[in-house]
Structures are given as C-alpha cells and as structure tokens.
C-alpha cells in the first residue's frame, strides 16, 4: 500500500465509523462486533504506516494481510 491508497483507506473507515452509522443506541451487539472490525482495521493501517516509515517490508506485509482480513470480514458481514 503506498500512502494516497492508506489515506483513502482511513477515509472509509472514517465514513464508516462516523457517517454511516446506526441511529438505534445502544447499538445491538452484532452491531459493536462489526465496528470493533474497523477499530482493528485502524490499528492495522496505523501498523502498515509505521512499517513504511522504518522501511520493514515483512511487517508491512503482514499488517497489510491482517488490515485486507479484517476488512473484508467488515464488508461481508451478514451476506
């Protein structure tokens, strides 16, 4: 990941976490469950950034598999 497609990535979340969000509260727990999701994916492009910075390309590519997991585990959530 180089760092525009990072940026946008922390763009969906944001939208995701912020905008699209339930109007019921508290939320039901199925629902916490799936926003912890992108909570997780967060930390994960925070990790990928970080990798980046020191040059350590196992990491990043380990923090870029967990981040493409978690994501998709996110997306496909009750299909």
């Not at 999701?37 to 967060?42: F, I, N, S, V, W």
């Not at 040059?55 to 923090?63: A, P």
Request: glycine share 2%; proline share 5%; net charge positive.
């Amino acid at each position: 990941m180089n760092k525009k497609q990072i940026e946008k990535e922390y763009k969906k979340i944001d939208y995701e976490l912020f905008d699209n969000r339930p109007a019921i509260t508290p939320y039901p727990p199925d629902v916490v469950k799936r926003r912890e999701l992108l909570l997780y994916a967060q930390v994960h492009l925070a990790e990928i950034s970080w990798a980046k910075k020191c040059k350590d390309l196992e990491d990043e590519r380990l923090h870029t598999e967990a981040y493409n997991s978690v994501i998709s585990k996110y997306y496909e959530w009750g299909k």
